[in-house]
């Protein structure tokens, strides 16, 4: 059911790559809620092709764009003030971890991919914003969100070097949002999401017994990549234009949940 909360608002939304994506998920969301945007990833992703679909019933152009180059975001940055001329939103759905993909554990990490989980999966968020501040091509009271995930305030094994990238994409969303708000009154904002079933998900290691954990110990079970992406809509909208430099946590009550009495039955003696 749309509510038109989007009405005439543009944007830029990163990192859809299918349909368990949960950028997908707030693509099709946006626009049903009336907001026009570019969809971009990097080029190796745009070559499966199935985000052409997404771009077809949402009307949208795609442009590629590496998130590790300045260049390709200036480009991207540039068609969208051509296409749009200034921005209400963009989400940052971005993550990627070599570690995670070669099954290498924490304690051994490869330190050049972990560079490169930290410049892909969070220094890109700064990158972006740095490039959007310095084009002026944010609206006052606009939005900017990233995806982030518990693993940032806890140990949770398997999550690897993208604990690290997250914590640290928290940290700029707080540092960033306070001189964007300031200087533009851009509210910048992180979304702490429940596991969920993701093609980047899937990758790490256990993470299926993770998803049921967190399901078990949650006052409402995992939050569906459904109801995220409805979560970034009211975060897009004009009905949150004072929350910004916030981790949100959108988890059932995970992240507040010692144990829950389905976990304490399982360990009944």
Not at 181 to 194: A, F, P, Y
Not at 223 to 249: G, H, R, W
Request: aromatic fraction near 10%; charge should be negative.
């Amino acid at each position: 059911m749309s509510h038109n909360l989007l009405k005439g608002k543009k944007g830029i939304i990163f990192g859809a790559l299918n349909k368990d994506s949960i950028a997908w998920k707030v693509a099709e969301r946006a626009h049903e809620e009336g907001a026009e945007f570019i969809l971009t990833n990097a080029p190796v992703a745009l070559r499966m092709g199935e985000l052409d679909e997404l771009a077809k019933a949402t009307d949208s152009d795609i442009v590629a764009a590496d998130v590790t180059s300045t260049e390709d975001l200036e480009n991207l940055f540039q068609i969208a003030e051509e296409k749009f001329g200034k921005l209400d939103f963009i989400l940052h759905s971005i993550g990627m971890s070599i570690n995670v993909r070669k099954k290498i554990h924490y304690t051994e990490s490869n330190y050049d991919f972990y560079h490169k989980a930290m410049d892909i999966s969070a220094i890109s968020f700064h990158r972006v914003m740095k490039i959007a501040k310095e084009k002026d091509i944010m609206n006052e009271w606009s939005s900017i969100l990233a995806l982030s995930f518990i693993a940032a305030q806890m140990a949770i094994p398997g999550y690897n070097d993208m604990s690290d990238a997250k914590s640290l994409l928290e940290s700029i969303a707080r540092t960033f949002g306070y001189y964007y708000g300031v200087d533009k009154k851009v509210r910048i904002n992180t979304i702490s999401q429940s596991p969920t079933k993701t093609t980047a998900g899937g990758g790490i290691k256990g993470f299926d017994s993770l998803f049921n954990f967190a399901d078990a110990n949650s006052a409402l079970g995992n939050a569906p990549a459904e109801d995220c992406a409805n979560y970034c809509i009211t975060l897009f909208s004009d009905l949150t234009k004072y929350v910004t430099m916030q981790n949100l946590f959108h988890d059932g009550g995970f992240s507040s949940i010692g144990v829950t009495d389905e976990v304490m039955r399982h360990f009944e003696g």
